[in-house]
């Protein structure tokens, strides 16, 4: 809708001047302020003013639901010889004290007319009032882009556009649009977090939010569940990694494969369902790890979820399932029957992103999310009611993006862990890479040497070849990457399969990612036991 003023259709053009407008309103006398606080011009012969609302007035949604409007000084008793409308339907008069109400009804968007006539105390002074208004209870426009950081060391420039009658702040300080409503600002560098509000003159807002810390800084990371925090041999092993320079993360469980929160969360779901341990306290552990010199990264294993599954369907909500076309729930195989839930369902969303927010409050830096994907298997096997006309990649990625507008009041980063395979193939597991490096800040392919089949990307025997089929694998991750501020963090193998793996194996895996100019990743070893000598000093980084 338009945003200009709306003109009155009372007196002519000459009553529209301000020189001419102050006069009149000096000779009749200002009004008081009523209801929602807007004041009130008169008009013409003297007589009762309306209070509440004035002409040329804009109301957003709150002041237009709140206003009250009255006549007063002159009004006759009891209204006798006064007439109101409002945009020509009859208003009624309701005597309260010394005024008479007008009992407007529900004000629709757009333009109105309030006009009041009748009879005066003068003789042959004929009496009315006109007010214009408009009610606009539309938010402003407002887009931000996400900052483009090429000097971390410099200031973050941050750019967008907003309606051009919208105020905008930025972290609270006003910044001036140009003639076509676009902004430009710098933060200073190290800023985690920039709130943008566009505010009109109805009062409607707008707020959006970016990130300003650019990609994820270099991360050496290693997996420990959270039952191997418990340990001291598995928990020190890993804090020694730390303190010697070789790791600077670690990647802690906060929801695990069986659907077991580590800590003992508080969001309700998990705790009425009883995934909720307590194997180990969160902020303790996150305190420990920071001290050591170390960040956290917490795990959570979105959609396979045994716990939740089994909870849904035994409480009559196969809807949160990926089911089978008979209805039951679908088998995924080696996982078993109640084993995948319904990643379009809208609870179990909630669900893993409550637990996101959760982990991201209680202290972990990172949030990394695993088994973000419909389960293994032929997509004419599986339903996923409620998905709509979404195909199951789009939905996946949706799930990824709200996740990660949940965290930014937060500040943390978000990470996703995707198969191998996904680069070339996105529709077999649901994981669109080129969809999901514009919705996290960062990709963790799982190129685990042993999980690849013979002849894969031209390698005869990936499970011997570890230099080989990383590095070619990798580079498939780093083309769909190029051009944003996503990274990608590969999870390494260092466990044996097959194949033994000692530090050679490990070390040429961690090479093969240099090679794709990647010097982040993540370790996995199922029993949380590395081998550090494969490990090269970050220092020498």
Known sequence: MSRTRIPHPGPSSRLRRPARRRALIATTGALALAGAGFGAWTFLAPGPGIEGVSDGAVLGGRAAAQVSAYLAAGAPRGGNGLHATLDGAAVPLTPEGARLRLALPPLKEGPHTLVVDGATSLPFAPHRKVVGFSVDTTPPELKVADPQIKDPAAPVPVTGSASTDAEVTVNGKKVPLDRNGMFRVTVPKGTPLVTVTAVDRAGNTTTRSVSARGRRPMIRAAHITAIGWGDDSLRGGVLALVRSGKLNAVELDVKDEDGEVGYASQVPLARRIGAAKGYYDARKAIDEIHAAGAQVIGRIVAFRDPKLAAASWHSGKPEQLVLAPSGQPYDGGHYGALSFTNFANPVVRKYNQDLAVEAAGLGFDDILYDYVRRPDGPLSQMRFPGIGAATPEQSITSFVADTRT????????????????????????????????????????????????????????????????????????????????????????????????????????????????????????????????????????
């Open 406 to 541: 949940a965290l930014r009041p937060r500040a943390k980063y978000l990470g996703v862990s995707v198969f191998g395979i996904a680069a070339t193939r996105p529709t077999e597991i649901a994981q669109d890479i080129g969809a999901l490096v514009k919705v996290a800040d960062y990709v963790a392919p799982m190129v685990y040497p042993s999980h690849w089949a013979p002849g894969e990307y031209g390698v005869a025997q990936p499970d011997t070849s570890p230099y080989a089929i990383v590095q070619r694998s990798l580079a498939d991750f780093a083309r769909l990457a190029k051009g944003t501020q996503t990274e990608i963090v590969p999870w390494l193998q260092d466990f044996s399969m097959g194949s033994t793996y000692g530090p050679a194996e490990v070390a040429a895996q961690i090479k093969a990612a240099e090679a794709n100019k990647m010097e982040s990743f993540i370790l996995w070893n199922a029993g949380a036991r590395y081998q550090g000598s494969a490990l090269q000093q970050i220092a020498a980084h």
